[in-house]
C-alpha cells in the first residue's frame, strides 16, 4: 500500500503542487514571524552591549512614573550634580561623569523640515568626549553654549557639515546652534541603531533637554583597578540610598534588550495571527483538493478494496498522502519563511534609519513550529476525505459514476449548531464578558461563526450560484459554467469558503473602523467650537509640539475669541498608569470647547463624569497625582464635567506643567468671534508656527480628516496582512478548476466532439471560476459586514455611536472577486481548450 501510495503520488505532480501551495505559504508566515523575531533579539542583544560595553556602573535616579514598554515612554527623574560629588568620593571609584541623555532633540534640516523617526528616539546630550565606542569623524566637541556636535547618521539625513548653522527644537523654542564636530562609532557606524543624536555643553543640555540647571539623567561610573563592576555597584549601593538604581552596564545591557524584546513579543504575535488564519484559510484549500482527488480515486481505491486492502489501508494511504505534502510544504516553507525574515528585517532596518541587523538565523523554534503547523494542518485537512475513501465499496470498481450527491442534511444541522455556538461565544465576549475572557470569547466566537458559516455554504450555494450563473447564461458556455459550478455544492462551497474568511474579516474591520471615523467625526463637530487647530502629525514615540508664546499671540489677533494649548502627560495616581491634560487657562479652554469653567488654582483639577464614577470621585475629593517629573501632589477635584465636554479625562492646573516629562503644548485650540471668516484669521496663526515646524495650523474639518485618517491606516495595514489569506483563497479557486479539468476531461472531450470551440471551452470555465469567486466574495462581505456591524455596536460606549457600511469598499470587493475568477480561470481554461478531442474521450 506503502508503495501504491507513493507511485500515485508521483505520477500525479500537478495535484502535488497545486495541495502543498497553501501550506507552504502558511508556513511561510510562521516561520517568517519567527526569523525575523529572532533575528531582532539579537539585534537587540548586540546593540545594548555595545552601548554599555564602555559603562562599569550607572546610576539614575528612580523614575517618578515606572511605565512597561508597551505602556508609554518612561521619563527619567532629575539626578542632583551632588550625587555626582558623592560619587567621587567613594572607595573603588576611578572617575564619576554626569549625563544628560533625554529624548526630543529635534533637528531641522537643510529642507526646512524636522528629521522623523519612526522607533529610534531623537537624544539631545552633553557632550562628555570620545570613549572606546565613539570617535570623531571630523571637527571637535561643543565648548561653547551656541555649539553642536551630532553623529553621522543625524548629520547626513538632515545635510549638514562642520561650520553649518543648525536649528534644532527641544523643550524650548527652536534655537540655532553651529555644528563643530561629527562622530560615529567603532566598525564604521554612523549610529547605534539608527538613533540621532545632538550633544550641548552640559549647561545648554540641561537647560534644553531636562528644564532645571545642575542636573543628570545618569552618572556614568569607572570602577578602579582591581575593582569590578560587581564589587563597585555593591558599594554605591548604601552610600547612595533607595533613592537611586545602581547597575552594571551587563545589567542595563540585559534589562534594556529584555524591553524592546517584550515589545517585539507583541508585534511576533500579531504576526502569529494573521499566520493562523492563512492557516486556516490553507485547510479549506487543502480539503477540497484531497476531496477531489479521493473522487477522481475512487475506481483506484475500489480496486485496492477488491483485492484485499483493508478500509485501515486505505485510509492510511490518504493519510500518507497528506504526509508527504506536509513534509515537503513544511520545507520549501520554512525556507520561504526564512527569505521572508531577513526581508521584513530589512524592512525594519530602513523603517529604523539603518538599524544594523544582526546575521540572519534559523531558530529551532522555526523549524519546530514549520514541521509541527505544515504536517498538522495537512492531515487534520486529509481526516475526512481519508474517511470517505475507506467507505468506498468494491463494487465502485465496477461502475462508472462512483461520487453520487450526497444530502445535505447532516451538514446542515451540524452548520446550524456551530453558528449558534459561535454566535453565542461572540454575543458572550461582545455583551457580558470582560478583560482576557471576552478578548478570548470574541476570538472563539469568530473562529467558530466561520466555521460554522463554511458549513452552511453549501445549503446556500445552490441558489445564490443559480442566481449569480444566470447573468452569464446568454450563452451556452455560459449556461454550462452556471451549471458546473452549481452541479457540486460541496466543491463550491469550501473553495468560496476560503476566499470568504479574508474578505469577511477586511469588510469586518472597514466596518469598525469607518464607524469609529464616522463616530469620532460627527462628535467632534457636535463639542468642538474651535474653528483653527494647531497639531502635527506624530511619527514616533514623541508628540510634535511648538512654543507656548503661540497660544498668547493667537489670543492677541483680532477677531480670536478665545485661545488654548494643550498639555499632556503620563502619571501615577495610586497604582494606576493613565494620560492627564493641563492647560494655561481653563476657562479660555471651555471657551474654545463651547462651554464654560472657572479657571483651576494650583491646587484644583476638573474630571470628567465617566472617570470620577469609575473612581468614586465628586466635586471636593482628594486625588494625589504624580507627574513624571515633578514632585508628588494631591489635588483637589474643583469641577466634574460631563462626557467630551473638554479634552482629556483629567485636567491639572498650569501650575503642573513644569513637572510634565513634555512641557510644551501638543495641541491648540482657537475660537473666532461670530461672524469673523477663518480665511481672515488661518494665515496669521500659520505665520506664528512658522518656526515650529512640526505642526500646522489648520481648520477645524482638515484637523478632524486628519485625525480620522488613522483609521484608514489600520484599514490598509489588516488589507495588506489578511492579503495572505486572500492570495491563498485565489489558489484555492485555481486549484479546484484545475482538478476539476482532471475529473471532467472525458465530459470536455464530448462536448468538444459535439461542437463546442476552444474559445467557448474557455469561456465555459472562467464563468465557472468567476460565478464562485463572486459568491465567496458575496458570503463574506455579508458575514463580514453583519459581525463588523455586531462589534461596532459593542462599542458603544467605547465612542462608537454610528455603524457605517462601506458599500464603496464592498462593492470593489465584489469586482475584484469577478476579476480574480477570471485570473484564476486562466491556466485551467487554456489546459480545457488545448486538450485532445480523441485522447479526451478515451480518459479513463
Keep these: 500500500m506503502l508503495r501504491a501510495t507513493l507511485k500515485?503520488?508521483?505520477?500525479?505532480?500537478?495535484?502535488?503542487?497545486?495541495?502543498?501551495?497553501?501550506?507552504?505559504?502558511?508556513?511561510?508566515?510562521?516561520?517568517?514571524?519567527?526569523?525575523?523575531?529572532?533575528?531582532?533579539?539579537?539585534?537587540?542583544?548586540?546593540?545594548?552591549?555595545?552601548?554599555?560595553?564602555?559603562?562599569?556602573?550607572?546610576?539614575?535616579?528612580?523614575?517618578?512614573?515606572?511605565?512597561?514598554?508597551?505602556?508609554?515612554?518612561?521619563?527619567?527623574?532629575?539626578?542632583?550634580?551632588?550625587?555626582?560629588?558623592?560619587?567621587?568620593?567613594?572607595?573603588?571609584?576611578?572617575?564619576?561623569?554626569?549625563?544628560?541623555?533625554?529624548?526630543?532633540?529635534?533637528?531641522?534640516?537643510?529642507?526646512?523640515?524636522?528629521?522623523?523617526?519612526?522607533?529610534?528616539?531623537?537624544?539631545?546630550?552633553?557632550?562628555?568626549?570620545?570613549?572606546?565606542?565613539?570617535?570623531?569623524?571630523?571637527?571637535?566637541?561643543?565648548?561653547?553654549?551656541?555649539?553642536?556636535?551630532?553623529?553621522?547618521?543625524?548629520?547626513?539625513?538632515?545635510?549638514?557639515?562642520?561650520?553649518?548653522?543648525?536649528?534644532?527644537?527641544?523643550?524650548?523654542?527652536?534655537?540655532?546652534?553651529?555644528?563643530?564636530?561629527?562622530?560615529?562609532?567603532?566598525?564604521?557606524?554612523?549610529?547605534?541603531?539608527?538613533?540621532?543624536?545632538?550633544?550641548?555643553?552640559?549647561?545648554?543640555?540641561?537647560?534644553?533637554?531636562?528644564?532645571?540647571?545642575?542636573?543628570?539623567?545618569?552618572?556614568?561610573?569607572?570602577?578602579?583597578?582591581?575593582?569590578?563592576?560587581?564589587?563597585?555597584?555593591?558599594?554605591?549601593?548604601?552610600?547612595?540610598?533607595?533613592?537611586?538604581?545602581?547597575?552594571?552596564?551587563?545589567?542595563?545591557?540585559?534589562?534594556?534588550?529584555?524591553?524592546?524584546?517584550?515589545?517585539?513579543?507583541?508585534?511576533?504575535?500579531?504576526?502569529?495571527?494573521?499566520?493562523?488564519?492563512?492557516?486556516?484559510?490553507?485547510?479549506?484549500?487543502?480539503?477540497?483538493?484531497?476531496?477531489?482527488?479521493?473522487?477522481?480515486?475512487?475506481?483506484?481505491?475500489?480496486?485496492?478494496?477488491?483485492?484485499?486492502?483493508?478500509?485501515?489501508?486505505?485510509?492510511?494511504?490518504?493519510?500518507?498522502?497528506?504526509?508527504?505534502?506536509?513534509?515537503?510544504?513544511?520545507?520549501?516553507?520554512?525556507?520561504?519563511?526564512?527569505?521572508?525574515?531577513?526581508?521584513?528585517?530589512?524592512?525594519?532596518?530602513?523603517?529604523?534609519?539603518?538599524m544594523d541587523l544582526a546575521p540572519i538565523g534559523v531558530p529551532l523554534s522555526a523549524v519546530i513550529s514549520s514541521f509541527t503547523v505544515g504536517i498538522l494542518v495537512t492531515v487534520v485537512a486529509a481526516v475526512m476525505p481519508a474517511l470517505r475513501a475507506s467507505r468506498i465499496a468494491p463494487v465502485a470498481a465496477m461502475q462508472d459514476v462512483a461520487t453520487p450527491d450526497r444530502p445535505l442534511t447532516k451538514l446542515t444541522v451540524a452548520g446550524t449548531v456551530v453558528t449558534a455556538a459561535g454566535a453565542s461565544a461572540l454575543g458572550t465576549g461582545l455583551f457580558v464578558a470582560s478583560g482576557n475572557t471576552a478578548l478570548y470569547l470574541i476570538l472563539g466566537g469568530v473562529l467558530v461563526t466561520f466555521v460554522g458559516v463554511a458549513l452552511l455554504t453549501p445549503l446556500i450555494s445552490r441558489p445564490v450560484v443559480a442566481l449569480l450563473g444566470r447573468l452569464f447564461s446568454w450563452s451556452v458556455p455560459g449556461r454550462l459554467g452556471r451549471l458546473n459550478s452549481g452541479r457540486n455544492p460541496r466543491r463550491t462551497a469550501i473553495t468560496a469558503a476560503a476566499l470568504m474568511v479574508g474578505i469577511a474579516l477586511v469588510t469586518g474591520v472597514t466596518v469598525v473602523m469607518d464607524s469609529a471615523k464616522s463616530s469620532l467625526k460627527a462628535e467632534a463637530a457636535r463639542i468642538l467650537k474651535a474653528q483653527i487647530m494647531i497639531s502635527g502629525d506624530q511619527g514616533g514615540p514623541r508628540p510634535p509640539t511648538y512654543d507656548p508664546a503661540v497660544v498668547d499671540r493667537a489670543a492677541a489677533i483680532p477677531g480670536v475669541r478665545a485661545a488654548a494649548g494643550l498639555y499632556n502627560d503620563l502619571v501615577a495616581i495610586g497604582d494606576d498608569r493613565t494620560y492627564v491634560a493641563a492647560t494655561e487657562d481653563l476657562s479660555r479652554l471651555a471657551e474654545s470647547y463651547g462651554t464654560t469653567a472657572a479657571r483651576l488654582t494650583a491646587d484644583q483639577i476638573a474630571v470628567s463624569a465617566p472617570e470620577a464614577s469609575e473612581h468614586g470621585w465628586q466635586t471636593g475629593s482628594r486625588v494625589p497625582i504624580q507627574t513624571s517629573r515633578g514632585e508628588a501632589r494631591t489635588y483637589t477635584v474643583a469641577l466634574v464635567f460631563p462626557e467630551n465636554a473638554l479634552p482629556g479625562s483629567i485636567i491639572l492646573p498650569s501650575e503642573a506643567i513644569k513637572g510634565f516629562g513634555i512641557t510644551q503644548p501638543v495641541l491648540g485650540f482657537i475660537r473666532l468671534d461670530d461672524g469673523v471668516p477663518v480665511s481672515a484669521v488661518l494665515p496669521q496663526v500659520k505665520a506664528l508656527v512658522a518656526d515650529s515646524p512640526e505642526v500646522s495650523a489648520t481648520d477645524q474639518q482638515t484637523f478632524v480628516d486628519s485625525q480620522a485618517a488613522v483609521f484608514d491606516q489600520i484599514i490598509l495595514m489588516i488589507q495588506i496582512l489578511l492579503g495572505l489569506a486572500i492570495l491563498i483563497a485565489v489558489l484555492g479557486v485555481v486549484n479546484t478548476l484545475a482538478l476539476s479539468v482532471l475529473e471532467r476531461t472525458r465530459e470536455l472531450g464530448l462536448l468538444r466532439a459535439v461542437g463546442l470551440g476552444r474559445a467557448q471551452t474557455m469561456r465555459m470555465i472562467t464563468v465557472e471560476a468567476v460565478v464562485i469567486a463572486v459568491f465567496g466574495a458575496l458570503l463574506g462581505v455579508t458575514v463580514g459586514a453583519g459581525m463588523g456591524s455586531a462589534v461596532a455596536r459593542a462599542l458603544k460606549d467605547d465612542g462608537i455611536t454610528q455603524i457605517v457600511l462601506p458599500w464603496d469598499r464592498m462593492a470593489t470587493y465584489l469586482a475584484l472577486a469577478a476579476l480574480v475568477g477570471v485570473i484564476a480561470a486562466v491556466v485551467p481554461a487554456i489546459r480545457a481548450a488545448r486538450l485532445n478531442v480523441l485522447n479526451a474521450i478515451a480518459h479513463d
Aim: proline share 3%.
Design 8 to 354: 500515485s503520488l508521483l505520477a500525479r505532480k500537478l495535484r502535488l503542487v497545486l495541495s502543498g501551495l497553501a501550506v507552504i505559504l502558511g508556513v511561510m508566515f510562521v516561520s517568517g514571524a519567527l526569523v525575523l523575531t529572532d533575528t531582532l533579539n539579537r539585534t537587540f542583544d548586540s546593540i545594548f552591549s555595545d552601548v554599555y560595553a564602555a559603562t562599569d556602573v550607572s546610576v539614575t535616579a528612580k523614575p517618578k512614573v515606572e511605565v512597561a514598554e508597551m505602556d508609554g515612554e518612561e521619563v527619567s527623574a532629575p539626578l542632583p550634580a551632588s550625587v555626582v560629588e558623592t560619587i567621587k568620593t567613594q572607595e573603588g571609584v576611578r572617575s564619576a561623569t554626569g549625563r544628560v541623555d533625554a529624548d526630543g532633540a529635534r533637528v531641522i534640516g537643510t529642507d526646512g523640515k524636522v528629521l522623523t523617526s519612526f522607533g529610534p528616539p531623537r537624544i539631545g546630550s552633553n557632550w562628555t568626549g570620545t570613549d572606546e565606542l565613539m570617535e570623531l569623524r571630523s571637527g571637535r566637541g561643543p565648548e561653547s553654549p551656541d555649539e553642536i556636535a551630532m553623529n553621522a547618521t543625524t548629520a547626513k539625513l538632515a545635510g549638514y557639515t562642520v561650520g553649518d548653522r543648525v536649528p534644532v527644537l527641544t523643550q524650548q523654542p527652536k534655537r540655532e546652534f553651529t555644528l563643530v564636530g561629527i562622530w560615529g562609532y567603532t566598525g564604521g557606524r554612523d549610529s547605534i541603531s539608527g538613533v540621532q543624536e545632538v550633544a550641548f555643553t552640559t549647561p545648554v543640555a540641561q537647560e534644553l533637554m531636562l528644564g532645571e540647571k545642575d542636573v543628570f539623567t545618569s552618572v556614568t561610573v569607572a570602577a578602579a583597578d582591581g575593582v569590578t563592576p560587581d564589587q563597585l555597584r555593591d558599594r554605591l549601593v548604601p552610600a547612595l540610598g533607595g533613592a537611586y538604581d545602581v547597575k552594571t552596564g551587563d545589567q542595563l545591557s540585559a534589562e534594556s534588550s529584555a524591553d524592546l524584546k517584550e515589545g517585539m513579543g507583541f508585534f511576533n504575535q500579531i504576526l502569529l495571527g494573521f499566520a493562523g488564519i492563512a492557516l486556516f484559510v490553507g485547510i479549506f484549500l487543502i480539503l477540497n483538493t484531497f476531496s477531489i482527488v479521493v473522487a477522481q480515486r475512487t475506481r483506484e481505491l475500489a480496486l485496492l478494496r477488491a483485492i484485499g486492502a483493508s478500509r485501515r489501508q486505505v485510509i492510511n494511504s490518504v493519510l500518507a498522502e497528506a504526509v508527504v505534502v506536509g513534509v515537503i510544504a513544511s520545507v520549501l516553507g520554512l525556507l520561504a519563511g526564512v527569505g521572508a525574515g531577513a526581508g521584513l528585517g530589512a524592512l525594519f532596518s530602513s523603517m529604523s534609519g539603518g
